[in-house]
C-alpha cells in the first residue's frame, strides 16, 4: 500500500511536471501547471461522485466499480470491507435464526420484555401456555396479558429466586411455574413450564393424606376412649396388663395428637381452611398462649416474659395464627429444661412486624436449621420420643407463614438456646378501630 501510494504520488508529480513543461514550451509555465491542477482535480471529482453514488447503493452482487490511481485501491479496499460486513450478517441472522427454532423447539415458553414488561419476542409455546398472539401482542405490556397480581408484584419485585406458580390466564387448567431472569439492560427472561402433572400429583398426594387422617380419626377415637376407661379401671385390672394398658393409651393420644396436625396441615395446604383476612388482636393471643404454655410448663416452672410493643391489628386467619405461634411457644416449653427463661415477643419496625420466640433451651446444631421445617424433620431424633411431640409443628408454622405472607427465621446454637421469629409484611398491620381501642382500656 506504501509503495503503491508513492507510485501514484510519482505519477501525479510528473504528470504536473508535464503540463508545466508544455507550459513552459508556450512561454507560459504557471498556466500549463494550473492547467494541470485543474485536470487533476476535475479528475479526482469525478472519481469521488462515483464512490459517493456507490456507497449510496452498494449491492451484494455489484463489482467495486472500476478507476485509476489510488482510487482504485480505495473502491477495492472498500468493497472488500463491504462483502466481509454482508458475510458476518449472514452469518450472524443464521446464528439468530438457529436460537429462535431451538427455543421455538422448547416445551417450555420462553418470553424477552424490557424493564417495563413491554413484550419484544417469544416462542411458540408461549403463545400455546400464555395465549399470546403473534400479530396482535407485540409491544404490549406483559402485565396486559397475564392479569394475575401475583405475577404483576413477582415480576416488579426483582427478587427471583424462588418460581411463582399460577395458573395459565389462557387456559386455566394449566398449572405454569414461571421463572424470571435479568438481562442486558435491566431486561427480563421469563421462562414458563407447564407443571400441571406435577401440581396435580403433590394435590393427590396432600388428599390423600387429608383423606386418610381423617378416615382414621374415628376408630381411634373409638380405640382411644376404650383405652381411657380402662386406664380409670387399671386398679381392677391384673397387674401384669396395666402397665401395658397404660402405654396403649399414651401411645393411641400420641396418634391423635399426629392426625389433628395431619389434617390442619393438610388444611393449610390446600387452602381449605382459607385466610378470612380478619383482624387478630396478637397481643391478646399472645397472652392466652403463654397461660396455656405456663400450664404445660407445669412442674419445670419456666420463667416467662411477655414484650408487645404494638397494639396494632394483624390481617390474618386467627385460628392458623393461633395453631402457629402456639406450636413455637410449645416448643420453646418443650426444649427449655426446667426453671429455663421463655420470652415471647411482638414488635414492628419499617420491615414489618415480628413475633420472637426466644428460650434458654438446648438450642439446635446450625446444620440441622434449614431442614427443620420439613414434616418429620427432628434435631435430635432420640430426643423427641420424651417431648411427645408429632414432628410437624414447624411445617404447620411455615405453611401458615406462607399464608400470611410471611416467613420464618430460626436462629440457634446448641447450648445457647433459639429464637424462632415470624416476619410479616407492614401491610398486614391495621390500626385498631377507635371503640375498640376505648373498649380495651
Ligand atoms: P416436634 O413435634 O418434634 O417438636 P417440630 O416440627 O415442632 O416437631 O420441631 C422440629 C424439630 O425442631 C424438633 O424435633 C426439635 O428437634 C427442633 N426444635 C423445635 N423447636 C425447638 C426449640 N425451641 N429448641 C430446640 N429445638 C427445637
Redesign the pocket.
Known amino acids: 500500500m506504501q509503495d503503491n501510494w508513492s507510485r501514484y504520488l510519482r505519477l501525479i508529480i510528473s504528470g504536473l511536471a508535464g503540463t508545466t513543461l508544455v507550459g513552459l514550451y508556450f512561454g507560459e509555465p504557471l498556466y500549463g501547471l494550473v492547467v494541470g491542477l485543474t485536470i487533476y482535480l476535475w479528475l479526482t471529482l469525478m472519481q469521488a461522485r462515483r464512490l459517493f453514488r456507490w456507497l449510496a447503493h452498494p449491492s451484494a452482487t455489484d463489482e467495486a466499480p472500476r478507476s485509476i490511481g489510488f482510487w482504485g485501491d480505495i473502491f477495492n479496499n472498500l468493497h472488500k470491507l463491504h462483502q466481509n460486513h454482508l458475510r458476518t450478517q449472514d452469518r450472524l441472522r443464521a446464528q439468530i435464526n438457529r436460537v429462535q427454532e431451538s427455543t421455538n423447539a422448547m416445551r417450555d415458553g420462553v418470553i424477552m420484555t424490557d424493564a417495563r414488561g413491554t413484550m419484544e419476542w417469544w416462542n411458540g409455546s408461549a403463545e400455546y401456555l400464555l395465549g399470546f398472539r403473534r400479530n396482535t401482542d407485540r409491544g404490549q405490556y406483559i402485565h396486559n396479558l397475564i392479569r394475575t397480581p401475583a405475577f404483576k408484584s413477582y415480576f416488579d419485585s426483582r427478587d427471583y429466586r424462588e418460581p411463582l406458580e399460577i395458573h395459565s390466564p389462557a387456559r386455566p387448567h394449566i398449572h405454569l411455574q414461571i421463572q424470571i431472569s435479568l438481562f442486558g439492560d435491566d431486561d427480563r427472561l421469563i421462562v414458563a413450564k407447564d407443571v400441571t402433572r406435577l401440581y396435580q400429583l403433590e394435590q393427590m398426594r396432600r388428599d390423600f393424606v387429608g383423606n386418610v387422617s381423617h378416615e382414621m380419626r374415628t376408630p381411634l377415637t373409638v380405640i382411644s376412649g376404650y383405652l381411657e376407661t380402662l386406664v380409670d379401671h387399671a386398679d381392677e385390672l391384673p397387674p401384669k396388663w396395666r402397665r401395658a394398658i397404660r402405654t396403649m393409651a399414651a401411645q393411641s393420644s400420641r396418634m391423635e395428637a399426629l392426625i389433628t396436625d395431619l389434617i390442619l396441615l393438610s388444611r393449610i395446604e390446600t387452602g381449605e381452611q382459607t385466610v378470612h383476612d380478619s383482624l387478630t388482636d396478637v397481643d391478646q393471643l399472645i397472652q392466652q398462649i403463654c397461660q396455656d404454655a405456663r400450664a404445660l410448663s407445669g412442674e419445670k416452672q419456666h420463667e416467662f416474659t411477655v414484650n408487645v410493643t404494638d397494639h396494632r391489628l394483624l390481617k390474618g386467619d386467627e385460628s392458623q395464627l393461633r395453631s402457629a405461634f402456639s406450636?413455637?411457644v410449645f416448643?420453646?416449653v418443650?426444649?427449655?429444661p426446667a426453671g429455663g427463661h421463655i420470652t415471647v415477643s411482638w414488635t414492628t419496625n419499617r420491615e414489618g412486624a415480628h413475633l420472637s420466640?426466644k428460650?434458654t433451651?438446648?438450642?439446635?446444631d446450625p446444620v440441622?436449621i434449614p431442614r427443620?421445617?420439613e414434616r418429620f424433620?427432628?434435631?435430635?431424633p432420640s430426643?423427641?420420643k420424651d417431648?411427645g411431640?408429632?414432628?410437624?409443628?414447624?411445617?404447620i408454622v411455615k405453611h401458615v407463614l406462607l399464608n400470611h405472607d410471611g416467613n420464618l427465621e430460626i436462629r440457634?446454637r446448641i447450648g445457647d438456646?433459639?429464637e424462632?421469629i415470624c416476619h410479616f409484611p407492614r401491610e398486614r398491620l391495621e390500626e385498631r378501630a377507635p371503640e375498640a381501642t376505648a373498649g380495651t382500656e
Open positions: 406450636n413455637l416448643n420453646a418443650k426444649y427449655t420466640v428460650d433451651g438446648i438450642g439446635i440441622h427443620l421445617t424433620y427432628r434435631a435430635d430426643r423427641h417431648t411431640g408429632t414432628g410437624l409443628g414447624l411445617a440457634s438456646g433459639s424462632f
